[in-house]
């Protein structure tokens, strides 16, 4: 597609439920990267992915996050037995290289954890 | 450790006026350095970045930021505010580990 493309846009689910988030990053780009934005907060970095180097999982909040990128391409994000502090904006963001390249956003997916 | 300090959290300007955003980074060396805006129901969209040369750097929409290593400030301007400016505007830091970092943004009103 023409952009950075994100599912589902939004997502309700209960606390406790292991949810999914999906991140389409734009074709041809080698860096990705899953960022959250809380209500009246900035945006927090998650992880980061460069082509086929180990993933910089540095900014996972906790170890009930996880997130994996298959084929260099699309990239999921998990997050299991969800607590309702996790609900907040998910974003995606991918660049052609590592470097001076400008992110692309995708539109993010709204997760409430009820 | 880096960071990124947006101090407003929340500015009002009249349509017309003129507009300063405060973005100060916290880095040991020169960092990459940008800005995005995310409008309502948006996603996020570059405005300009700095990488070196010219301390003053021109982006779309009219915006225009200043680097001053002195201050460790890369503020925001632009001379003449129009409605649709308002928005959410987000400065960033990229540093030698390519992570982006964020400032907690600043929201800019625009009244008539």
């Known amino acids: 597609g023409a952009g950075v493309s994100q599912s589902p846009s939004n997502k309700v689910t209960e606390k406790g439920k292991d949810v999914e988030l999906r991140c389409d990053p734009i074709s041809g780009h080698t860096a990705l990267y899953w960022y959250r934005q809380s209500l009246g907060q900035g945006l927090e970095f998650l992880i980061y992915f460069q082509g086929n180097s180990a993933p910089d999982k540095s900014g996972l909040p906790s170890d009930r996050f996880s997130a994996e990128r298959t084929g260099g391409s699309v990239s999921t994000l998990t997050i299991q037995r969800t607590q309702q502090e996790d609900s907040a904006v998910y974003l995606c963001?991918?660049?052609?290289?590592?470097?001076?390249?400008?992110?692309?956003f995708g539109s993010g997916t709204q997760l409430s954890v009820l | 450790a880096q960071s990124v300090t947006q101090p407003d959290i929340h500015i009002t300007v009249s349509e017309g006026a003129s507009l300063e955003l405060r973005c100060n980074y916290s880095?040991?060396?020169?960092?990459?350095l940008f800005w995005y805006v995310q409008s309502p129901g948006q996603g996020l969209q570059l405005l300009l970045k700095y990488f070196s040369g010219d301390t003053l750097v021109q982006g779309i929409k009219g915006f225009e930021a200043e680097f001053k290593r002195s201050q460790s400030s890369f503020n925001l301007r632009k001379p003449s505010v129009h409605w649709s400016d308002a928005a959410e505007y987000f400065c960033a830091v990229k540093t030698g580990a390519n992570n982006l970092f964020f400032g907690t943004g600043t929201r800019l009103t625009v009244i008539p």
């Open positions: 963001a991918s660049s052609l290289t590592q470097g001076k390249e400008k992110l692309f």
């Open positions: 880095y040991g060396a020169t960092p990459y």
